[in-house]
């Protein structure tokens, strides 16, 4: 087993706690309402806005009770990787640890209240209201992104200077 995996564990507990604590100020600060409760911050560009989300990112899969199965699977996979894999490269910690702390923060709100609380609401480009979880996710995919492409690089350059 490896707990070596600093920036792994650092950044799933990180992106999990400020997404349960913004969650929890939704809910005990808007009320759910239609339509739904908004606090502006920035008329018209960002607004805090209170919904709810029974599917999946863009609201697909409304009502559909194997997300919650699917949230706990990438769940036990990605500690799974955190726990046995030391030959992650630091872009790879980060990005792995972002994703577990968003599917675990969305898959928490799945299994406890059936639906995910959605309150970032960027309405200068009409995007679907999000989440802190949704933002880790795409965060992590990034990193993720870039590490494949870092590495992808260094791979060339080695296989072409042979």
């Known amino acids: 087993?490896?707990?070596?995996?600093?920036?792994?564990?650092?950044?799933?507990?990180?992106?999990?706690?400020?997404?349960r604590l913004t969650k929890v100020w939704v809910v005990q600060s808007?009320?759910?309402?239609?339509?739904?409760?908004?606090?502006p911050l920035w008329h018209n560009?960002?607004?805090?806005?209170?919904?709810?989300?029974t599917g999946a990112a863009f609201s697909l899969f409304q009502g559909v009770d194997w997300?919650?199965?699917?949230?706990?699977l990438v769940c036990v996979v990605l500690i799974?990787?955190?726990?046995?894999?030391?030959r992650l490269l630091i872009w790879e910690k980060a990005g792995y640890g972002f994703l577990l702390g968003g599917a675990?923060?969305?898959?928490?709100?799945?299994?406890f209240t059936g639906h995910?609380?959605?309150?970032?609401d960027f309405r200068l480009i009409q995007f679907p209201v999000f989440n802190v979880a949704d933002v880790a996710i795409n965060i992590g995919l990034a990193c993720l992104l870039y590490s494949a492409w870092r590495h992808g690089s260094h791979r060339k350059e080695n296989t072409s200077s042979s």
């Open 30 to 39: 808007f009320e759910l309402t239609v339509p739904a409760d908004t606090l």
């Open 80 to 86: 799974g990787l955190g726990l046995f894999n030391s």
């Open 67 to 72: 997300l919650r199965w699917l949230s706990l």
């Open 45 to 53: 560009v960002f607004h805090f806005t209170y919904v709810i989300n």
């Open 104 to 111: 675990a923060g969305n898959g928490l709100d799945r299994w």
């Open 1 to 19: 087993m490896n707990f070596r995996n600093f920036l792994f564990w650092f950044t799933a507990l990180s992106s999990l706690a400020i997404d």
């Open 116 to 120: 995910v609380v959605d309150f970032l």
